[in-house]
């Protein structure tokens, strides 16, 4: 047992039994952070603040919320919007955090891409932070399910039926996934119970872990520059603040962080007063109808890319290439073959296709919003074949990749 | 070494702005067919030049106009020949109580009305007078003299009793004009009024059942039950419910909805209304915004403040 | 090291605004837990007094609380003593002993015996008279008496009268 001696102060007192001062050394004044690099390594911070964004609304949303057929649509309409005080904020809050966080995990992942972050070492950050996006994709849909509107309802039924995976049948599969023969009771309370307890519970463990992942390898920098940590660091802790190439993260780092987040809440909380409706669907509004479809349904923004990859093919083949889209992001390491970790406008071929993956990732964007017909639909499948030749491309570009 | 920040923050803004307007107002304006406003000028219909006697239109309104037979005017002391549900089983509809009929609705309209429902209402493809299928409303043929100059005066008597349309509340102008034949649940509106509070269960459900007779019969008469309107303001968009009103047809060709015929005036308050059951915090929602980008611009600038001091020492 | 120094004046400006957010977003979280307006909007009940037969105990409700109204038999009216007649409510000719059926020791709600004029509570068996007063302990004091305004014949509950707020003044409930 250690040895325990009178406090000196509450700090000591609290240094003896939590060793509060060594964690902050650990995850504050001592974690060193390259310098060189730019607002884009800020997403993370944002991230975690619209995640804490999602988390308190989320749980003003839950006292009122009724997770019945017959009362959610009323208690999410009635109730929130009119009756509790400030109800409508949080619910325009939560809405919109729950669009725009996807927004900041594609700039997150791009920058990703773009800077070769997901190399040398650093491969566990990038495979657990696409099961956050895994999650979050989940957790985003099983929160759409509770307004119980039109739109609710009609994504529940057509998303469960993917599950029956087209020509291979599998009603029964999906009939589970209901707990009924369509969207009804028992789904609504089992998406409620995932939405709330399962999936955010997988969410913190997952964070947990990207953070984890990031401590060995460090954090990436503007022109993937191996730096050796612990010299530089001696640099700055000797006083050669200037000349050191990392910082601390706090409060170095930590305050360019909170910087950026400070300019992007300036466009969060326009979005949530001023311009919500992309968050917030017309169509549901509309009370959940079993027996009619909306004229026009589409995914939030967030999915449309991987939607438009499912449309404009027959049933099994749309289902294998939507499989496919879901899959590939998690192998970018192992299929991009060379070994430069260095940004894209530095490795010749790789940079077109950065570029072109994200165009071609807006143009399906946009083509899973736009109805199905005429010029849309061939637009639609050049991009979702384009998007599949650009991936099984990719380790033939990369192969040949000169050393830099 | 040259920073980089601006040119990326351009590429990041462009590539967002460039998503959401491709998914947004153009997605949108693909998938929506734009209908223009007419500004509830009801062109179509032909306008009354003649200059019309309220007594007059008394007379024939109480009398050869034969309108009091079904309809009420209780500003003037007549009552509704049959309760709401007799009236909807009979007719379809519980048709309007008069009084402020000359407040709500436009006077051509009135006019049109009077002669012509099935036009005036823009519902031919229903009521073909041709195929036998009249509609329940039995058009003025005249009462002997000028039928213009008579069908004015009836105009100007409805427009006398109305109220004036200052005194024509949001609330008014949507139990007025829309409903008979929609309800508004987060309004406790029925189609036979406002639900009263009862003490005791049997009698709410006993006026529950009057609510669903009138609703079988008006389902009946419609060809499907006329939607709720509590959400509509959120549901469907200003411009599309205001141009709806105006004309059912340009936005839902076939549809059973007639044109309502209402003036501009109450038309904007038919959607305030509207307005009030589904967006009911707007207005604290606009000044707690307000207050919020206050602020959150001044958290931004402290921060920005910061970050300067800290970064001072780095290089 | 890290001292507070290094973060300075800024630092600390900083944190000052950030924790008036924090103060304004916790105000706005205090005011989503307080009673919905539909709720507080329900907290009018409004009882018709002419309905009432005598010596029976009649339990209705409001906010959720039993209310106990017993129409007093002339014999009860002729032996109130002077505090059982400060608690006497009376619309027009009829004498009521009005209360909230709650045990005032620990919120049970007491049962009425017709035959010996008097309420037991069981949780602690705690007993009252048939005017509301306490015969038997635990409860500290009589039975409550909730907001009411006569009007008429009728009796809103939820509104404090000219008679109730005597009653409030005087202690004889709280």
């Known amino acids: ?404 | 070494m040259k920073n980089k920040e601006p040119l990326i923050l351009v590429v990041v803004v462009a590539f967002t702005l460039l998503t959401y307007w491709l998914v947004e107002p153009y997605a949108h304006s693909v998938m929506h067919k734009h209908v223009e406003s007419q500004n509830f000028a009801y062109a179509d219909l032909a306008p009354v030049t003649k200059t019309g006697d309220a007594a007059n239109g008394k007379a024939l309104v109480m009398g050869a106009g034969a309108c009091t037979g079904c309809h009420a005017i209780t500003k003037d002391g007549v009552a509704a020949g049959m309760d709401a549900v007799s009236a909807a089983q009979s007719y379809g509809v519980n048709p309007p109580d008069l009084s402020n009929a000359g407040a709500v609705y436009d006077a051509k309209f009135l006019a049109e009305l009077i002669k012509n429902p099935a036009h005036a209402l823009k519902v031919e493809h229903k009521f073909d007078a041709a195929k036998g299928q009249m509609h329940p409303m039995v058009p003025f043929f005249g009462a002997g003299g000028d039928m213009e100059q008579e069908v004015a005066d009836m105009v100007a008597y409805l427009q006398s009793i109305a109220v004036k349309a200052d005194e024509l509340t949001p609330k008014m102008a949507f139990e007025e004009a829309c409903g008979r034949c929609h309800s508004m649940k987060y309004e406790n509106w029925t189609q036979l009024g406002t639900k009263p509070e009862f003490k005791f269960e049997k009698e709410s459900l006993a006026y529950d059942i009057q609510v669903l007779e009138y609703q079988e019969a008006l389902a009946k008469y419609m060809g499907k039950l006329p939607p709720d309107l509590s959400m509509y303001f959120r549901s469907r968009n200003e411009h599309f419910l205001s141009t709806f009103i105006e004309n059912p047809q340009s936005q839902l060709a076939g549809t059973a909805m007639p044109r309502t015929g209402v003036t501009a005036d109450a038309a904007h308050k038919v959607i305030e209304h509207m307005a009030d059951a589904g967006d009911t915090k707007r207005a604290e929602r606009e000044s707690v915004g307000k207050m919020v980008m206050i602020y959150i611009v001044i958290f931004a600038i402290f921060a920005l403040l910061w970050k300067k001091q800290v970064w001072r020492d780095l290089h | ?174």
């Not at chain 1, 849909?141 to 049948?169: C, D, E, K, R």
């Open chain 1, 1 to 404: 047992m250690a040895h325990f001696t009178k406090a000196t102060s509450v700090k000591d007192w609290l240094n003896q039994r939590l060793a509060v001062e060594k964690v902050e050394k650990v995850m504050a004044s001592e974690y060193w952070i390259p310098k060189n690099i730019n607002f884009l390594w800020a997403m993370g911070m944002i991230l975690a603040i619209t995640f804490a964004l999602l988390l308190v609304s989320g749980i003003f949303l839950l006292m009122y919320y009724q997770p019945d057929v017959k009362d959610a649509f009323y208690s999410v309409n009635y109730t929130i919007m009119r009756d509790v005080d400030f109800g409508w904020l949080w619910r325009n809050i939560h809405g919109v955090a729950a669009s725009v966080v996807f927004l900041i995990i594609y700039i997150h992942m791009f920058t990703g891409i773009y800077y070769g972050s997901y190399k040398k070492g650093r491969e566990m950050i990038w495979i657990s932070g696409m099961l956050l996006f895994v999650t979050f994709s989940a957790e985003a849909f099983s929160g759409y399910m509770l307004p119980w509107g039109q739109m609710s309802y009609w994504a529940g039924m057509v998303i469960t039926n993917i599950f029956s995976l087209g020509g291979l049948h599998f009603d029964g599969l999906v009939e589970w996934i209901r707990g009924d023969y369509v969207p009804a009771q028992a789904f609504l309370t089992r998406f409620f119970m995932l939405h709330i307890l399962l999936l955010p519970l997988a969410i913190l463990g997952l964070i947990g872990l990207h953070f984890a992942a990031l401590r060995i390898p460090h954090v990436n920098n503007q022109d993937g520059e191996e730096i050796d940590f612990e010299a530089e660091s001696k640099k700055y802790l000797a006083g050669d603040k200037v000349g050191s190439k990392v910082m601390r993260f706090g409060n170095d780092f930590l305050s360019k962080d909170l910087m950026v987040v400070g300019i992007y809440l300036v466009f969060f909380f326009y979005l949530v007063f001023f311009n919500y409706g992309f968050a917030l669907d017309p169509v549901n509004f509309d009370p959940a109808d079993g027996l009619k479809t909306p004229a026009h349904i589409y995914p939030e923004w967030y999915f449309l890319w991987s939607y438009e990859i499912l449309r404009p093919f027959s049933v099994n083949i749309g289902l294998m290439a939507f499989g496919f889209a879901q899959v590939i992001f998690m192998l970018l390491p192992w299929l991009d073959r060379s070994p430069n970790a260095v940004p894209a406008s530095r490795r010749g071929a790789f940079k077109f296709w950065y570029w072109l993956l994200l165009i071609d990732m807006i143009v399906l964007t946009a083509m899973g919003k736009l109805p199905p017909e005429g010029v849309f639909s061939t637009i639609g499948l050049v991009a979702a074949l384009g998007f599949i030749i650009l991936w099984i491309a990719l380790p033939f570009i990369t192969m040949n990749e000169k050393k830099v």
């Open chain 3, 1 to 174: 090291m890290h001292n507070s120094s290094r973060r300075g004046f800024m630092g600390k400006a900083f944190g000052a605004v950030a924790g008036v957010g924090v103060v304004g977003s916790l105000v706005a979280m205090k005011k989503t837990w307080d009673p919905l307006p539909s709720v507080k909007a329900a907290g009018f009940t409004t009882l018709d007094m002419t309905i009432y037969p005598e010596g029976e105990l009649i339990t209705e409700k409001w906010r959720g609380k039993p209310i106990f109204v017993l129409k007093k038999t002339a014999a009860m009216i002729a032996k109130q003593t002077e505090s059982q007649k400060a608690r006497d409510v009376v619309v027009g000719d009829s004498h009521f002993m009005l209360a909230i059926g709650l045990c005032t020791h620990l919120g049970c709600i007491p049962s009425y015996n017709a035959a010996e004029e008097s309420f037991l509570c069981a949780c602690h068996g705690g007993m009252f008279n048939w005017a509301g007063e306490v015969t038997k302990v635990p409860p500290p004091r009589a039975f409550d008496i909730p907001p009411f305004k006569i009007e008429g014949t009728k009796l809103v509950l939820g509104e404090a009268g000219p008679e109730y707020t005597a009653m409030k003044d005087s202690g004889i409930t709280l």
